[in-house]
């Protein structure tokens, strides 16, 4: 097993960490695991996968729940999502 496949491993094992601690209400839990996903992602230089990316925010590290800690809306074929901390993402759709 080479040393990417164990990191996504990691990577994903994270996410799944911190999406349980947000549903726990144990939000700076969720913000540790996200950042030292992060951390791994760039140490061997990969790309976090979208689910992930998706799911974060840039800013504050929050793992986003919507309707929780983040509002999505719709707005001329972009998909925002605005986190609590006031940071905003857009994501296209077709």
Do not use: K, W
């Not at 549903?23 to 996903?37: F, I, K, Q, T």
């Not at 809306?73 to 905003?88: I, K, S, Y």
């Amino acid at each position: 097993m080479d040393t990417e496949t164990v990191a996504r491993e990691r990577i994903d094992r994270l996410r799944e960490l911190a999406e349980e601690a947000t549903l726990a209400g144990r939000e700076d839990r969720a913000r540790r695991y996200v950042r030292r996903a992060r951390r791994i992602a760039e140490r061997n230089r990969i790309g976090l996968p979208p689910e992930f990316t998706r799911f974060t925010c840039d800013s504050c590290d929050a793992y986003l729940r919507p309707g929780r800690n983040a509002r999505v809306r719709l707005q001329d074929g972009h998909v925002v999502v605005t986190c609590d901390c006031g940071a905003q993402a857009r994501y296209p759709y077709d």
